[in-house]
């Protein structure tokens, strides 16, 4: 029976998220009635769309779906059309439940251009916007998440993309904060973990990463 097989058959129905290596499964019925143009799918269909979907989605958008919390955004216009913009990027900034911070960036972002109709290809915005998800069926059926409604758009001409390298750390640090045994020790921000330990994890999960993104 394969692991897909186990895991319906335990949170089938149920009001469950799942993690499933770096995707996430929402089991919950009522999850279906929040996908735009999911409006006709089964659930079997959703379950089997979720779980196709489960590693290809924008990771840092479905932080702020799930976490609940108001994030904010920077990117850079790349391109303008009629009705739309597209971001060459989108620096994403947010909170998790526990009140841990997190930070990541995705890479050419769609909007409707509702909202930032004063701004110019090239310019930096700083906003914040509502994080939905919707069906994607160009290329089969998908799930993932994108931006709407954006609202407080303002330029920042000072504001220096930090580097893919650096947002690869700050997820693996985040990472090692979430395997450490030190952890419910901590207190506003103070690691008492070993320092030597924990810059060799560091290190290793890194050379570890960049390795996968060569393949």
């Known amino acids: 029976m394969s692991d897909w097989t186990e895991l319906k058959k335990k949170f089938y129905g149920k009001r469950f998220l799942v993690t499933v290596g770096s995707g996430v499964i929402n089991f919950s019925p009522d999850a ?15 379950l089997e769309i979720e779980w196709r979907s489960r590693e290809s989605k924008r990771t840092w958008f ?6 609940g919390v108001e ?13 739309n913009i597209c971001f060459k990027y989108i620096r994403v900034e947010g909170m998790y439940s526990d009140g841990i911070c997190f930070s990541g960036k995705e890479n050419h972002v769609w909007m ?4 930032f109709e004063d701004f110019q290809k090239g310019d930096k915005v ?13 290329n089969g059926k998908y799930f993932d998440y994108s931006l709407r409604d954006p609202y407080d758009a ?7 993309t930090p580097k893919d390298d650096e947002l690869l750390m ?10 450490c045994m030190f952890k419910e020790h901590c207190y506003m921000g103070m690691c008492i973990a070993n320092e030597k330990w924990r810059d060799t994890l560091r290190k290793t999960l890194f050379a570890e990463a960049k390795r996968a993104d060569k393949k």
């Open 112 to 115: 409707e251009r509702r909202g």
């Open 71 to 83: 994030c904010g955004f920077i990117g850079e216009i790349e391109k303008i059309s009629k009705g």
């Open 62 to 67: 479905e932080c702020c779906y799930y976490e």
């Open 170 to 179: 700050q997820a693996i640090d985040q990472m090692v904060c979430e395997v």
């Open 126 to 138: 700083r906003f914040t916007a509502d994080v939905y998800k919707y069906l994607k069926t160009g």
């Open 154 to 160: 303002e330029r920042v001409d000072d504001y220096e």
């Open 32 to 46: 279906m009635k929040e996908i735009v143009g999911g409006e006709r799918l089964s659930y079997d269909e959703y």
